[in-house]
């Protein structure tokens, strides 16, 4: 029996994940949603509420989970709260970005880390907006761009420092996916990515790497 946690499963690519994953009564999944809702309903799946951008809800979320021995945490849940075309910044909406993709993310994290079993894996879904080696790079959500890119960062580092604990620690660009956030006209589909995350958990894998569709990609 494996036991992860997926933040973010009411919708897009944490609930196709969710439902990937819980389909194997081998794996337990303890799921996130601001409402503590989803619409999964499975005997093997808990949701329970967090906000990212509350520690108050992140300490509360942690005491639920804490005794449980983890395998594996998805940081899935984030926020792009820009429109299209928005370039310059706005450092309201920064702090708000990083205070989700990045700074809860982290405090979640770093809480969580006590829990995890040997060879356990952190997964940070982060973007190919957020890497540095992109060929069509423009201006354009320079606040989610900087917030997955930190995040980027805090992969590398956490492979690291948990290197000697046996902990693997990933990031995972998942490609331009059909979500609210990622609209209809998007090339992948939840579940495509969703399996993308399945196998990368499967594999074992290196830690400190970035991934995209079963390959490692430059950050
Ligand atoms: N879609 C894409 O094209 C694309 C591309 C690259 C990377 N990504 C990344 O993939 C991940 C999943 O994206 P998605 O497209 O599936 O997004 P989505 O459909 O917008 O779903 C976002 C999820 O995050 C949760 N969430 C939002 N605000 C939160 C908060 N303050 N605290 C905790 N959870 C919160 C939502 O919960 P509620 O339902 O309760 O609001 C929801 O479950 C994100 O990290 C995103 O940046 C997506």
Same mark, same amino acid.
């Given at each position: 029996m494996k036991t992860g946690i997926i933040t /973010?499963?009411?919708?897009g690519i944490g609930y196709a994940l969710t439902e990937l994953l819980t389909d194997n009564q081998n794996f337990k999944i303890i799921g996130t949603s601001t409402s503590g809702k989803c619409t999964i309903s499975k005997s093997n799946f808990v949701c329970y509420p967090l906000n990212l951008s509350n520690s108050n809800s992140i300490v509360t979320f942690v005491n639920k989970v804490k005794k449980l021995k983890i395998d594996f945490l998805i940081n899935n849940a984030g926020i792009l709260i820009e429109k299209g075309n928005d370039s310059v910044i706005n450092l309201e909406q920064l702090r708000q970005t990083f205070n989700v993709n990045l700074f809860g993310t982290i405090e979640l994290t770093e809480k969580l880390i006590p829990s995890f079993e040997k060879n356990g894996h952190i997964i940070n879904i982060t973007? #190919?907006?957020?890497?540095?080696?992109?060929? !069509?790079? #423009?201006?354009?959500q320079p606040h989610y761009k900087m917030s997955k890119t930190a995040l980027n960062m805090y992969t590398k580092l956490l492979a690291k420092r948990l290197e000697e604990q046996n902990l693997i620690v990933s990031s995972l660009d998942p490609g331009w996916t059909q979500t609210d956030m990622g /609209? !209809? #006209?998007?090339?992948?589909k939840p579940t495509e990515v969703a399996a993308d995350i399945r196998d990368l958990l499967r594999k074992n894998p290196e830690s400190g790497n970035f991934w995209h569709q079963g390959k490692v990609r430059e950050w």
């Amino acid at each position: 029996m494996k036991t992860g946690i997926i933040t /973010g499963c009411s919708r897009g690519i944490g609930y196709a994940l969710t439902e990937l994953l819980t389909d194997n009564q081998n794996f337990k999944i303890i799921g996130t949603s601001t409402s503590g809702k989803c619409t999964i309903s499975k005997s093997n799946f808990v949701c329970y509420p967090l906000n990212l951008s509350n520690s108050n809800s992140i300490v509360t979320f942690v005491n639920k989970v804490k005794k449980l021995k983890i395998d594996f945490l998805i940081n899935n849940a984030g926020i792009l709260i820009e429109k299209g075309n928005d370039s310059v910044i706005n450092l309201e909406q920064l702090r708000q970005t990083f205070n989700v993709n990045l700074f809860g993310t982290i405090e979640l994290t770093e809480k969580l880390i006590p829990s995890f079993e040997k060879n356990g894996h952190i997964i940070n879904i982060t973007s #190919d907006w957020g890497s540095f080696s992109e060929n !069509n790079f #423009d201006e354009f959500q320079p606040h989610y761009k900087m917030s997955k890119t930190a995040l980027n960062m805090y992969t590398k580092l956490l492979a690291k420092r948990l290197e000697e604990q046996n902990l693997i620690v990933s990031s995972l660009d998942p490609g331009w996916t059909q979500t609210d956030m990622g /609209g !209809n #006209d998007a090339s992948r589909k939840p579940t495509e990515v969703a399996a993308d995350i399945r196998d990368l958990l499967r594999k074992n894998p290196e830690s400190g790497n970035f991934w995209h569709q079963g390959k490692v990609r430059e950050w």
